[in-house]
């Protein structure tokens, strides 16, 4: 069985503090997918990034960043210098190679204060 | 190039209406998924279809709902004999392909309300 969670249910930052979001994705499967998912108060979903199980190589976008521990099965993304603008839901929401449906952790809600 | 389309964006229907939620993917995509969110909680899967073949509706109710994709038009999320725990977002994604070209673009979301 997979499981994805989500620790940290809310959190509040002060603007231009680095935020940490933390995802683990316990799973037999040795190949598998890993997205991250944005949903702002508007209500969409925004699509952030998408990593494989077979690529630990940690990435660096701008003011985000992405670091994946395949041995303690966690994909943790790290927003610098937030804004406003980031106060949104973030969702992890990983994929087995052999299925088609995402697995959406329960997100956590960041505040970033001005 | 637009994204996906769902509408339409807020229903309303009471108790025993039947609901019909409608998506358009994204240009050359040919994939399409839904997903159920209840208030407060992440999206779940409810069904995934390629153009007029349902590939795996593992996530769906087993009654009252159905889902689509014909060979012209929008997918179709229908919703028989609306109940109260009907109420949700229903988002619609679509992708290109499978494999490395599976990344699932979101719409904006239908939001149901059963009165």
């Known amino acids: 069985a997979q499981k994805v969670t989500q620790a940290q249910t809310e959190i509040s930052v002060v603007e231009k503090e680095d935020v940490t979001l933390d995802c683990v994705y316990e799973?037999?499967?040795?190949?598998?997918?890993l997205f991250w998912y944005k949903q702002p108060p508007s209500g969409e979903l925004v699509f952030l990034i998408r990593?494989?199980?077979?690529?630990?190589q940690n990435e660096i976008s701008g003011r985000y960043s992405w670091n994946f521990q395949k041995s303690t099965s966690s994909f943790n993304f790290t927003i610098t210098a937030s804004q406003v603008v980031d106060s949104a839901v973030y969702f992890c929401?990983?994929?087995?190679?052999?299925?088609?449906?995402?697995?959406f952790g329960t997100g956590t809600r960041l505040q970033v204060f001005p | 190039n637009a994204g996906v389309m769902q509408n339409p964006r807020h229903l309303v229907r009471r108790r025993g209406q039947e609901a019909r939620l409608r998506c358009s993917p994204m240009?050359?995509?040919?994939?399409v998924y839904w997903y159920r969110q209840l208030p407060e909680e992440g999206l779940k899967f409810m069904v995934y279809?390629?153009?007029?073949?349902?590939?795996?509706e593992s996530g769906m109710p087993k009654e009252r709902f159905s889902a689509e994709f014909p060979k012209e038009g929008p997918s179709i999320l229908r919703i028989q004999q609306v109940v109260r725990g009907d109420s949700a977002a229903y988002f619609c994604?679509?992708?290109?392909?499978?494999?490395?070209?599976?990344?699932?673009?979101f719409g904006p979301g239908t939001r149901l309300t059963v009165l």
């Open positions: 994604a679509s992708s290109p392909g499978t494999g490395d070209t599976d990344t699932q673009y």
């Open positions: 799973t037999r499967d040795t190949t598998y997918y």
């Open positions: 990593r494989n199980s077979f690529d630990e």
């Open positions: 929401a990983p994929r087995s190679y052999n299925t088609d449906k995402l697995i």
């Open positions: 240009k050359g995509h040919s994939h």
């Open positions: 279809l390629q153009k007029e073949n349902i590939i795996d």
